[in-house]
């Protein structure tokens, strides 16, 4: 079970990355092209211990992902810039369904295994429901409808991501070496495909860097990277890549107890934590 522990040190990072960018007040698609920049330059030294595979699918694959995945951290970026981390992840439930079945349908497999048991099978979709109910819960005011409406395509799209990100990373003969080259040719793609918008963006405004951001993705650059490889790491471990998911979606407990630790002002219900902390028990105890 070294996926749990991997998803719980990913979801922490993540969180920490998430939260930070609502106090740096940065635009997401700025915040991500920057990030992406460091976080491939951090990785750079680690180029001799990655490995590389020979199937060109590999790198098509990731490279429609990175496309993908600049559309979703734009959009949380910005979701946790004005709002907060916590809104920034309601893209979560439909996330996690789609992720499950998708993955199910591409692992006949497991979907033959959890057809013969039911009990196991049960556990797991009340689980999903427990979380996803959970959520609405959390804090209630946290959003309306035009929020909702904004994380659903990204729920899917982080759907896609979640599903393709297992596909690609299972044939790798070791763990770290191909989690770190997918995590350093993702960020390299995210790179090249932003920074041109960028510049088209800005061209004859100056500075065209710009020196506060490129700090703020210093800090943004390595905890996402952090997460990122922990992540891609679990995906491989995990018999489907929507569990990792669901201990990702602990975030808004990891946000509440922050709160309380700084004495922050927070409206978050403890009981619908306490619920989504049992969602996640009864899926590692119906998937141990």
Not at 32 to 42: D, K, P, Q, W
């Amino acid at each position: 079970m070294l996926w749990v522990t991997l998803a719980f040190l990913s979801s922490f990072a993540y969180t920490a990355q998430t939260e930070l960018n609502r106090g740096f007040q940065c635009n997401g698609f700025v915040l991500n092209t920057y990030r992406a920049g460091v976080s491939a330059l951090m990785l750079v030294p680690f180029v001799f211990f990655m490995e590389w595979p020979s199937d060109p699918r590999f790198y098509l694959l990731v490279g429609v992902c990175s496309a993908v995945a600049i559309v979703c951290l734009m959009t949380q970026y910005n979701m946790a810039a004005t709002s907060n981390g916590r809104v920034a992840n309601m893209h979560l439930p439909i996330n996690i369904f789609i992720t499950f079945f998708a993955w199910l349908a591409l692992d006949p497999q497991q979907l033959k295994a959890l057809m013969g048991d039911h009990t196991q099978l049960g556990f797991i979709l009340l689980s999903f429901v427990i979380l996803v109910v959970s959520l609405q819960f959390i804090r209630r005011n946290d959003a309306g409808w035009r929020t909702l409406m904004v994380m659903v395509p990204i729920g899917v799209l982080y759907a896609f991501i979640n599903t393709m990100t297992k596909y690609v990373l299972m044939d790798g003969q070791t763990l770290l070496a191909i989690s770190l080259t997918f995590v350093l040719v993702s960020n390299v793609l995210q790179f090249l495909f932003s920074f041109p918008v960028h510049v088209g963006q800005n061209l004859g405004r100056t500075p065209l860097f710009d020196k506060g951001i490129l700090r703020q993705s210093l800090i943004i650059g390595f905890l996402h990277t952090a997460s990122w490889i922990l992540f891609s790491m679990c995906m491989i471990l995990t018999p489907n890549p929507a569990y990792p998911v669901v201990i990702t979606a602990l975030n808004p407990v990891w946000f509440m107890v922050y709160y309380k630790m700084r004495g922050t002002e927070d409206h978050a219900s403890p009981y619908a934590g306490a619920m989504m902390v049992l969602s996640a028990i009864i899926l590692l105890l119906a998937t141990s």
